[in-house]
């Protein structure tokens, strides 16, 4: 009996090792990926926010048009460029043994954006917001659907777009609500709180707002990871969660 007992924990100790040893060189492959971000002129751009959203990786280039992505696995990874007015630009890249030191990546311009005479400043603070919510998604605290996304699954409502998120369930005529397992949210009513555009929209709900007009849809399901800027009126110890929605920019080009 005591030979099983030793020969189990040896079994134990020795997966641990195991996993102890793979951990180790699963982090030794990952490398970091540097590079330089200029405009069509090839000038350096500063704050351009580069982002590997499937690792949640965001990194902004310095004065100089620099960035650096550290503890990138192995393998294909999508690298994505965004900065306000420029056009966003992904980049597929293969990584493969060491550093990455040489990437060059030139956003064009959109002189229509940029032109502070002809764009009014309501139109320009509302294609930033839509810069932050892409910088959270790639930050990846909460749950995102993009106006991509939108366009590749073909949803009917908005609420379509969260059916297998984990936490989501879609009540018919009432969109979306969150589960919880606290008996006190189970037996009450309790849509998140929604947001459009900043501003909090009491009474509405998420699927009152048509697919068309909205550029992306952020979902978080609790004070712990909600952004302030969204966090107001919730209490810590009940709240149904919280909606963010992004309509698109006047004079998208975007379907």
């Known amino acids: 009996m005591r030979d099983h007992v030793v020969a189990r924990s040896r079994l134990r100790l020795s997966c641990l090792f195991c996993l102890v ?41 310095d004065e100089y048009g620099r960035f650096s992505l550290r503890k990138v696995p192995p393998g294909e990874v999508e690298i994505s460029l965004r900065r306000l007015g420029y056009t966003p630009a992904t ?86 609500r969150f589960n919880y397992s606290t008996s006190i949210d189970a037996r009450r009513d309790c849509p998140p709180m929604l947001w ?16 068309t007009d909205i550029e992306g849809i952020e979902l978080y399901s609790g004070p712990s990871t909600t952004p302030t800027q969204f966090s107001q009126g919730l209490t810590s110890g009940l709240t149904c969660g919280t909606v963010v929605v992004w309509s698109r920019p006047p004079n998208s080009r975007s379907p």
């Open 91 to 176: 980049l597929q890249l293969v990584v493969v043994g060491g550093p990455i030191d040489s990437l060059r990546v030139a956003l064009v311009a959109q002189p229509d954006i940029l032109d502070v005479i002809e764009v009014s400043a309501a139109e320009r603070q509302k294609r930033q917001w839509i810069e932050d919510f892409h910088r959270r998604r790639a930050q990846g605290i909460g749950t995102f659907a993009t106006r991509q996304e939108i366009l590749t699954r073909n949803s009917f409502r908005p609420s379509d777009m969260f059916r297998t998120t984990p936490g989501v369930r879609i009540q018919r005529g009432r969109g979306l």
């Open 21 to 61: 040893v793979l951990t180790s060189q699963a982090e030794a492959q990952k490398t970091t990926v540097r590079g330089i971000v200029s405009d069509s002129a090839g000038r350096p751009l500063r704050d351009v926010d580069v982002a590997i959203v499937a690792i949640r990786q965001l990194a902004r280039t």
């Open 196 to 211: 459009i555009d900043g501003q909090r929209a009491p009474g509405m709900d998420l699927d009152d707002l048509p697919l």
